[in-house]
T-cell receptor, first 115, second 108 residues
Framework: KAGVTQTPRYLIKTRGQQVTLSCSPISGHRSVSWYQQTPGQGLQFLFEYFSETQRNKGNFPGRFSGRQFSNSRSEMNVSTLELGDSALYLC??????????????FGPGTRLTVL | EDQVTQSPEALRLQEGESSSLNCSYTVSGLRGLFWYRQDPGKGPEFLFTLYSAGEEKEKERLKATLTKKESFLHITAPKPEDSATYLCAVRSNYQLIWGAGTKLIIKP
């Protein structure tokens, strides 16, 4: 069974640009969550999509947005990039049930560097 | 407010020296506590799910336990390859609340 895939793996952008990251979940999973991870802040929750609808949202500015397609693949977009947006962006997929056995599985991440 | 606290922040052990990592939580209605392992620059790797006080799970040198207020990750006779950051998370309202992690370093 294929795992969660994220593209691209590495990205270098300059301040003011925008970026789109992609995530393909495990087959059968309908929930996709996005996280930002930096050395000083740990894992910070961005948002979660379930069946093409945003179900949860973290405390990030509106420059961070996402969407989910009918095949459960998800994209996140960051507009007007700032230096502080440099981070590892992680995507995790799960079936999306509110049960103890519903586990999030992570992709390898996209390393974004903003210059 | 739902909260997850992990301690210690970092732990250095000699190979073969057993120890425990702690994850304490406050959440209304626990719907699962999760342990992950993360290597530098990689995505977290799922280890265990616990959801009932008294529950225990084992995998190789790792054993996770759960009480009503905290979970422990016991590592027995660790090897250098066990070096990683160990993350704990609890589920609340379809969302995982994450601890900051414990960085474990095992010296040969």
């Amino acid at each position: 069974k294929a795992g969660v895939t994220q593209t691209p793996r590495y990205l270098i952008k300059t301040r003011g640009q925008q970026v789109t990251l992609s995530c393909s979940p495990i087959s059968g999973h309908r929930s996709v969550s996005w996280y930002q991870q930096t050395p000083g802040q740990g894992l910070q929750f961005l948002f979660e999509y379930f069946s093409e609808t945003q179900r949860n949202k973290g405390n990030f500015p509106g420059r961070f947005s996402g969407r989910q397609f009918s095949n459960s693949r998800s994209e996140m977009n960051v507009s007007t990039l700032e230096l502080g947006d440099s981070a590892l962006y992680l995507c995790a997929s799960s079936f999306g049930h509110e049960t103890p056995t519903d586990t999030q599985y992570f992709g390898p991440g996209t390393r974004l560097t903003v210059l | 407010e739902d909260q997850v606290t992990q301690s210690p922040e970092a732990l250095r052990l000699q190979e073969g020296e057993s120890s425990s990592l702690n994850c304490s939580y406050t959440v209304s209605g626990l719907r699962g506590l999760f342990w992950y392992r993360q290597d530098p620059g990689k995505g977290p790797e799922f280890l265990f799910t616990l959801y009932s006080a008294g529950e225990e799970k084992e995998k190789e040198r790792l054993k996770a336990t759960l009480t009503k207020k905290e979970s422990f990750l016991h590592i027995t006779a660790p090897k250098p390859e066990d070096s990683a950051t160990y993350l704990c998370a609890v589920r609340s309202n379809y969302q995982l609340i994450w601890g900051a992690g414990t960085k474990l370093i095992i010296k040969p």
